[in-house]
């Protein structure tokens, strides 16, 4: 079965340092995002991602992050000058097209030191 | 925003035994989905409810939408010990991307 993949799977930072999270969607899907979960708390949206443009995004989602589709198969999420509240884990997800559910992938668990 | 509750917080069962959880929202949603997430991974979809009123099943898990569409509840039937986890609900509306997900519902089944 079709899987959402997410490299890497552990990432180590200095805090300042900027940090780019990898995500290979569902090969036919349209519609991207990314959540995060911090450590024991539930699962929160970060932004949505269609038509190489952001169609959503949370408060969460300041100017320190970004999203791109660089190429027909990878997704990122860069977050410029990180902090060490952004330690938590990021998933990517995706889905085909309206009303039909989102897929996860299993996630990068980003540390901030 | 729009908070979404899970009840109960955590279970304890044994095996062989049946298990029922909620899900209660201060709004409405047109979607409810159930996810299942085992540690160090990504939520799995485990059913997705799109009307009403509607009652689906995967297996040994049933899910229904709630009337009012407030709410709605999962039961796992004559639990094994791969179902240890933890069960989210989670709530969508048209217009929307974002999934609104709960604050969970660990399973733990005692030996």
């Known amino acids: 079965e079709p899987e959402v993949t997410q490299t890497p799977s552990h990432q180590v930072t200095q805090m300042g340092q900027e940090v780019i999270l990898r995500c290979v969607p569902i090969?036919?899907?349209?519609?991207f995002y990314w959540y995060r979960q911090i450590l024991g708390q539930k699962v929160e949206f970060l932004v949505s991602?269609?038509?190489?443009?952001?169609?959503?995004k949370s408060e969460i989602f300041d100017d320190q992050f970004s999203v791109e589709r660089p190429d027909g198969s990878n997704f990122t999420l860069k977050i410029r000058s990180t902090k060490l509240e952004d330690s938590a884990m990021y998933f990517c997800?995706?889905?085909?097209?309206?009303?039909?559910?989102?897929?996860f992938g299993d996630g990068t668990r980003l540390s901030i030191l | 925003g729009q908070q979404l509750n899970q009840s109960p917080q955590s279970m304890f069962i044994q095996e062989g035994e049946d298990v029922s959880m909620n899900c209660t929202s201060s709004?409405?949603?047109?979607?409810w989905l159930w996810y299942k997430q085992d540690p160090g991974e990504g939520p799995v979809l485990l059913i997705a409810?799109?009307?009403?009123?509607e009652l689906t099943s995967n297996g040994r898990l049933t899910a229904q939408f709630g009337i009012t569409r407030k709410d709605s509840f999962l039961n796992i039937s004559a639990s094994i010990p791969s179902d240890v986890g933890i069960y989210f609900c989670?709530?969508?509306?048209?217009?929307?991307?974002?999934?609104?997900f709960g604050t969970g519902t660990r399973l733990t089944i005692i030996p």
């Open positions: 090969s036919n899907h349209l519609y």
């Open positions: 409810l799109y009307k009403a009123g």
């Open positions: 997800a995706s889905r085909t097209g309206a009303n039909q559910p989102q897929h």
């Open positions: 709004s409405i949603f047109n979607t």
């Open positions: 991602f269609y038509n190489n443009e952001i169609s959503e």
């Open positions: 989670a709530g969508h509306n048209f217009g929307n991307e974002k999934l609104t």
